[in-house]
């Protein structure tokens, strides 16, 4: 058989989607197909990603003359939230001795009691990590900003990774 590798995306899924999905073709486990949209639609679709109404994680772009070996456009969401530090953690391995995260919430509305959302470990550097671990008492009730790139219903962050300091 030969290749598909010489071939332009669209020819190369269009004979794919025939042969894996094609009456009477026996479906290889392995292997699933990935839903495209046209260059057209993508405005469309992204909006819909940011709405809630697509459960997708960004978008991948490939032109259809593309060979395999071309480079992907890729397109995710970025999702700031503003949080109130209520607890720190200690880091483990390369991050022992200094901050491994902060546990983070916010006010419940109706109620205004302070509620922890979710932790944050990712996004710090190791000065910053340093920083933090010696002033812990003084960073308790700060306000930091966040970036994620979903929120779940509870509130929390997808992939939570810390940002800056709010000042503000």
Request: include cysteine.
């Amino acid at each position: 058989e030969n290749s598909l590798m010489e071939l332009p995306y669209h020819e190369r899924y269009c004979t794919l989607k025939n042969r894996l999905f094609s009456k009477g073709a026996v479906l290889d486990e392995r292997f699933e197909l990935v839903l495209n949209h046209r260059m057209q639609r993508a405005g469309d679709v992204w909006h819909r990603i940011l709405d809630g109404d697509l459960d997708y994680e960004g978008l991948v772009f490939r032109r259809a003359a593309d060979l395999p070996t071309s480079p992907l456009g890729r397109l995710k969401p970025r999702i700031t939230d503003d949080v109130v530090i209520l607890d720190a953690y200690e880091g483990e391995g390369k991050h022992s001795n200094r901050l491994g995260g902060f546990s983070v919430g916010k006010f419940k509305q109706g109620s205004g009691q302070l509620t922890k959302l979710y932790d944050v470990g990712g996004g710090f550097t190791d000065d910053e990590r340093i920083k933090f671990w010696n002033e812990w008492p003084l960073m308790r009730g700060r306000v930091i900003e966040c970036i994620g790139r979903k929120r779940f219903k509870s509130g929390a962050l997808r992939h939570p990774n810390f940002y800056r300091i709010r000042d503000d």
